[in-house]
Antibody, heavy 119, light 110 residues
Framework: EVRLVESGGGLVKPGGSLRLSCAAS????????MSWVRQVPGKGLEWVGH??????????DYAAPVKGRFTISRDDSKNTLYLQMNSLKSEDTAVYYC??????????WGQGTLVTVSS | QSALTQPASVSGSPGQSITISCTGT?????????VSWYQQHPGKGPKLMIF???KRPSGISNRFSGSKSGNTASLTISGLQAEDEADYYC??????????FGGGTKLTVL
């Protein structure tokens, strides 16, 4: 059974940084493309970005609102996905979900971790 | 990219069928067959219900079906059941390695 468990969320001041982690199990993580999707509480979903498997090149892509501030990385030896968030803004406040990705479809999701950016 | 447009809410009685529309543009839904639909119950992560416009993942009931015409995709749920009550989101590839989601539709089973 695919299992994705996000962690690392919390309260951070505007301009601060935070790193989220996503521990994966139940599938061959090194072969998987992985994504981050966020959701402002009570609002819709927003794609944050993704990372290809290393065998497919390991390329990352980001949504315009986070490009240059967020970095997605992976450690296949630990079956873990990361989201490094810098220069955080109040509009980054959201629940962040880790997902597996297959051709732009998001087939398994974690339970999410809440990031609150506030002074 | 702007979010895809979905109705804020739809409702139906048990056993009935409902359809949720998702309107995009020629840059997203109109250009690709990479449209997916997600179900989200309160406090839970989303669940993939339909991918590639009209395909169902393993384990998803055949009461759920998807279609596309022009710039609009649709999700139809037949034989409504109480457990179908949830939020539903559409999603489309939008080119240049970008993805856009809809604003979500709250389904109420009366």
């Amino acid at each position: 059974e695919v299992r994705l468990v996000e962690s690392g969320g919390g309260l951070v001041k505007p301009g601060g940084s935070l790193r989220l982690s996503c521990a994966a199990s139940g599938f061959t993580f090194s072969n998987a493309w992985m994504s981050w999707v966020r959701q402002v509480p009570g609002k819709g979903l927003e794609w944050v970005g993704h990372i290809e498997s290393k065998t497919d090149g390991g390329t990352t892509d980001y949504a315009a609102p986070v490009k240059g501030r967020f970095t997605i990385s992976r450690d296949d030896s630990k079956n873990t996905l990361y989201l490094q968030m810098n220069s955080l803004k109040s509009e980054d406040t959201a629940v962040y979900y880790c997902t597996t990705e297959d051709n732009w479809n998001y087939d398994s999701w974690g339970q999410g971790t809440l990031v609150t950016v506030s002074s | 990219q702007s979010a895809l447009t979905q109705p804020a809410s739809v409702s139906g009685s048990p056993g009935q069928s409902i359809t949720i529309s998702c309107t995009g543009t020629t840059s997203d839904i109109g250009s690709y067959t990479l449209v997916s639909w997600y179900q989200q119950h309160p406090g839970k992560g989303p669940k993939l219900m339909i991918f590639d416009v009209n395909k169902r993942p393993s384990g998803i009931s055949n009461r759920f079906s998807g279609s596309k015409s022009g710039n609009t995709a649709s999700l139809t749920i037949s034989g409504l059941q109480a457990e179908d009550e949830a939020d539903y989101y559409c999603c489309s590839y939008a080119g240049s390695s970008a993805v856009v989601f809809g604003g979500g539709t709250k389904l109420t089973v009366l």
